[in-house]
Structures are given as C-alpha cells and as structure tokens.
C-alpha cells in the first residue's frame, strides 16, 4: 500500500497475531532543502518477480528500489525531470518502464513534456543484499 504521506506500508492479509507482528510502514521520497523536510506523495509502486523487492515512484521525480523484508532501501536512481506517474517491471525484472509525466502538485505551471523511459536493471539494484554471502 503506498501514501501520499510519503510512506510505504507493508500489510498482510493473514489475520494471525504472530504474522501481524511484521506489519510495518517506512518514509520515503523525501527532500530535505535548506533545512526543511519535504513530503512528496508516492504515486506508483512496482514488484520485482523474481527477488521480491519493490520500486517507488514519487512526485519528487526520483525512483527507489527497496527490499520490503529487511526494510532497506537498496538504490535510488538519479531523478527524473518530473513526477513519477507509473512504474512497470518486465516479466523477468531485467527492465523496468519509468512514466514521468507532471501530477498537477501546484496546479497548472509550466512543467515537462511526458516521457516514458525504459531503464535496463540489475541484480545488483535489485536483488536484497544478503550478510556474509558474496552473491
């Protein structure tokens, strides 16, 4: 579940106290600029197939890879000229589709054209980083 508090939220579905225990949410896409923190929503989230992690999108325009289970972030890619709108991974998580297209955050300004990006992505992005393996 994602927020437009700059949160991600991991939730399950089984009701068992034990597996509800592991519930949690984390922050993410914020800017701190000149000493204050900014909250931007986050508008799209992808999931990895294969390593099950997770992309975000956010109208901060950046996109992070992140490892749900250890609550990590694992990379964040340089920032994309406007808000991410929608994110889509490749049936084998080797690419990933970045829609950056301008949310309308302060009404109707002068913004950039739409793009959509096609980014080649790696194990190393976004496979979970294991302690003490080399892999």
């Not at 799209?44 to 996109?63: C, E, K, M, R």
Request: proline share 4%; hydrophobic share 35%.
């Amino acid at each position: 579940m994602y927020h437009v508090g700059g949160r991600v939220a991991v939730e399950y579905l089984d009701p068992s106290p034990e597996i509800q225990k592991k519930k949690y949410a984390f922050k993410c896409h914020r800017i701190k600029e000149d000493g204050i923190e900014k909250i931007y929503p986050v508008n799209a989230i992808a999931f990895h197939s294969l390593h099950n992690t997770f992309a975000t999108g956010g109208s901060d325009g950046f996109v992070n890879i992140w490892d749900g289970f250890h609550k990590k972030r694992l990379c964040q890619f340089h920032r994309y000229p406007t808000s991410i709108a929608s994110l889509a991974f490749s049936h084998d998580g080797s690419v990933l589709a970045i829609a950056s297209s301008y949310m309308y955050e302060e009404l109707d300004v002068e913004h950039p054209e739409d793009a959509i990006y096609i980014r080649n992505v790696t194990d190393q992005e976004t496979k979970p980083k294991t302690s003490g393996s080399a892999s």
